[in-house]
DNA sequence: ATGTGC
């Protein structure tokens, strides 16, 4: 009733005509619905006359900064070249998939690019698209499951303890693993991670923070998986010194729920604002690394990075007490994020949205399907990849395809004749509906050397 | 991939 904030107070208590006035209801909005009008003038104020004290703050900094720094938001265009890229596997990936990659290559920003052999269509950047640009970050260059992510223990227990314990195990994945968009913990599980400044600093974040808490060591759904299977090691100068031969592996794969989801939510939405494109390229909208969103971009995403792994770790150690084992080896990597690496000498922000990095002599894991194998690798350093290789298998048939084209009973019969044991998985993650890695694999043999296998054997997905 | 707060 006449307490809301308008611009016209803000006009009222001196601040300049410009985007600074958006910018302060837009925060006020979001971050201090609750606050009494007249005290927020009276902050309001104090940054109006000393801007240079709020740089930093989590609803005061954006303002501040548009004080000091007024952004005009002009339209940006595309160049008519391409920055530099090279695709691998060209003759499996779809045009639609090599075009979004080519747009993203003549933004201003981009560098370079690259395109792996799983490559297909996603929103803003391909999946398996990799992108390297100038200070600037792509929310929808890293993608909306930030942090996404593969992980693997290794046990030193004979791989006939699949066939002996399978009850046991299956028993593991049915009661303590977690799909679904709901589905959590009954016992709340602690992480250090919950001590980190972000969940002060960032309002969105601290919002955010109750969330996390419940679903730190969850899977979530989709391509999410849990899976017991075999490890066979097949370079003898492994890092591990581990002889030849087989082992019982738990593999994970996973994001960051919905703290990563809001975060890229968010983001993305404000890149938007901040950076309009043409139509068909929107969603590449980017923020640029000195604006106060771009630096809270980084270290929110940073933060969806950590609480990832923090929930494979949570996985695989409640997995292993109950194993009664301590893992050999631990391998884990994200394949949907952001870097700071080196491109042609200069720094830039390489974007991986389902891609694998491979820094030489970098390990990753590349999944294939619930009945193919996934590969252990050693990444060769690349540098026409970005020192990059796939995620996994990539698709085949959409989601949809999978609905109107395949039947219960094939899958039935598919993982039979593999010895596979499903619990969950819908028709969408039909072994059919990827690749064929060993295709992917041939494909990019300039990229990763293969260290090891793994063949799934128990799988726990969301249904 | 997530889930109803720009």
Same mark, same amino acid.
């Given at each position: 009733?006449?307490?809301?904030?308008?611009?016209?107070?803000?006009?009222?208590?001196?601040?300049?005509?410009?985007?600074?006035?958006?910018?302060?209801?837009?925060?006020?909005?979001?971050?201090?619905?609750?606050?009494?009008?007249?005290?927020?003038?009276?902050?309001?104020?104090?940054?109006?006359?000393?801007?240079?004290?709020?740089?930093?703050?989590?609803?005061?900094?954006?303002?501040?900064?548009?004080?000091?720094?007024?952004?005009?938001?002009?339209?940006?265009?595309?160049?008519?070249?391409?920055?530099?890229?090279?695709?691998?596997?060209?003759?499996?990936?779809?045009?639609?998939?090599?075009?979004?990659?080519?747009?993203?290559?003549?933004?201003?920003?981009?560098?370079?690019?690259?395109?792996?052999?799983?490559?297909?269509?996603?929103?803003?950047?391909?999946?398996?698209?990799?992108? $390297?640009?100038?200070?600037?970050?792509?929310?929808?260059?890293?993608?909306?499951?930030?942090?996404?992510?593969?992980?693997l223990?290794i046990?030193?227990?004979?791989v006939?303890?699949?066939?002996?314990?399978?009850?046991?195990?299956?028993?593991?994945?049915?009661?303590?693993?977690?799909?679904?968009?709901?589905?959590?913990?009954?016992?709340?599980?602690?992480?250090?991670?919950?001590?980190?400044?972000?969940?002060?600093?960032?309002?969105?974040?601290?919002?955010?923070?109750?969330?996390?808490?419940?679903?730190?060591?969850?899977?979530?759904?989709?391509?999410?998986?849990?899976?017991?299977g075999v490890i066979s090691i097949l370079d003898i100068n492994n890092e591990w010194d581990l002889p030849l031969g087989d082992y019982?592996g738990?593999l994970?794969?996973?994001?960051?729920?919905?703290?990563?989801?809001?975060?890229?939510?968010?983001?993305?939405?404000?890149?938007?604002?901040?950076?309009?494109?043409?139509?068909?390229?929107?969603?590449?909208?980017?923020?640029?690394?000195?604006?106060?969103?771009?630096?809270?971009?980084?270290? $929110?995403?940073?933060?969806?990075?950590?609480?990832?792994?923090?929930?494979?770790?949570?996985?695989?150690?409640?997995?292993?007490?109950?194993?009664?084992?301590?893992?050999?080896v631990?391998i884990?990597?994200?394949?949907?994020?952001?870097?700071?690496?080196?491109?042609?000498?200069?720094?830039?922000?390489?974007?991986?949205?389902?891609?694998?990095?491979?820094?030489?002599?970098?390990l990753g894991i590349i999944?294939g399907?619930?009945?193919a194998p996934g590969f252990i690798v050693r990444?060769l350093?690349?540098?026409?990849?970005?020192?990059?290789?796939?995620?996994?298998?990539?698709?085949?048939?959409?989601?949809?395809?999978?609905?109107?084209?395949?039947?219960?009973?094939?899958?039935?019969?598919?993982?039979?004749?593999?010895?596979?044991?499903?619990?969950?998985?819908?028709?969408?993650?039909?072994?059919?509906?990827?690749?064929?890695i060993e295709?992917?694999m041939k494909?990019?043999q300039?990229?990763v050397e293969v260290i090891g296998k793994f063949t799934?054997?128990?799988?726990?997905?969301?249904?």
């Amino acid at each position: 009733m006449g307490k809301k904030l308008s611009g016209k107070d803000l006009i009222k208590l001196g601040f300049p005509k410009n985007n600074s006035i958006n910018v302060t209801l837009g925060q006020i909005n979001r971050y201090q619905k609750r606050v009494k009008k007249e005290k927020i003038l009276i902050e309001a104020k104090k940054v109006l006359l000393n801007p240079e004290a709020y740089k930093g703050d989590g609803v005061w900094g954006k303002i501040a900064e548009s004080l000091l720094d007024p952004v005009n938001v002009t339209k940006q265009k595309l160049n008519t070249h391409r920055a530099p890229f090279q695709i691998y596997g060209e003759n499996e990936i779809d045009d639609q998939a090599k075009y979004q990659l080519f747009d993203a290559l003549k933004l201003p920003i981009s560098v370079a690019g690259a395109l792996m052999p799983d490559a297909h269509v996603g929103y803003g950047l391909p999946i398996g698209g990799v992108l $390297a640009t100038k200070n600037a970050v792509i929310p929808y260059g890293v993608g909306v499951d930030i942090g996404c992510r593969m992980c693997l223990t290794i046990y030193p227990v004979k791989v006939s303890y699949l066939k002996g314990k399978k009850h046991q195990l299956e028993n593991i994945l049915l009661e303590h693993t977690k799909f679904g968009m709901y589905e959590t913990h009954k016992i709340k599980h602690d992480d250090p991670i919950f001590e980190r400044d972000e969940f002060k600093t960032i309002p969105l974040v601290k919002r955010l923070k109750d969330k996390a808490y419940k679903q730190l060591g969850t899977s979530g759904g989709g391509n999410h998986f849990v899976e017991f299977g075999v490890i066979s090691i097949l370079d003898i100068n492994n890092e591990w010194d581990l002889p030849l031969g087989d082992y019982l592996g738990v593999l994970s794969h996973s994001g960051s729920r919905g703290l990563g989801a809001n975060i890229a939510k968010r983001y993305t939405y404000l890149a938007t604002k901040q950076c309009p494109l043409p139509k068909h390229v929107q969603h590449l909208a980017w923020l640029d690394l000195n604006t106060h969103d771009g630096q809270e971009y980084w270290l $929110a995403m940073n933060l969806a990075g950590d609480y990832a792994r923090a929930c494979h770790d949570n996985i695989h150690k409640r997995i292993s007490k109950l194993l009664g084992e301590k893992p050999i080896v631990k391998i884990d990597n994200h394949h949907n994020f952001a870097w700071k690496q080196e491109v042609n000498g200069e720094e830039c922000i390489v974007h991986r949205k389902g891609a694998t990095p491979a820094k030489k002599g970098e390990l990753g894991i590349i999944p294939g399907s619930m009945t193919a194998p996934g590969f252990i690798v050693r990444g060769l350093g690349n540098t026409k990849s970005l020192q990059s290789a796939s995620h996994g298998a990539g698709r085949v048939l959409s989601r949809r395809q999978c609905k109107t084209t395949l039947t219960q009973s094939a899958i039935k019969k598919e993982l039979q004749n593999h010895d596979v044991s499903l619990i969950g998985g819908g028709i969408d993650e039909a072994p059919m509906a990827y690749k064929n890695i060993e295709t992917v694999m041939k494909n990019q043999q300039e990229l990763v050397e293969v260290i090891g296998k793994f063949t799934p054997k128990i799988v726990r997905m969301d249904r």
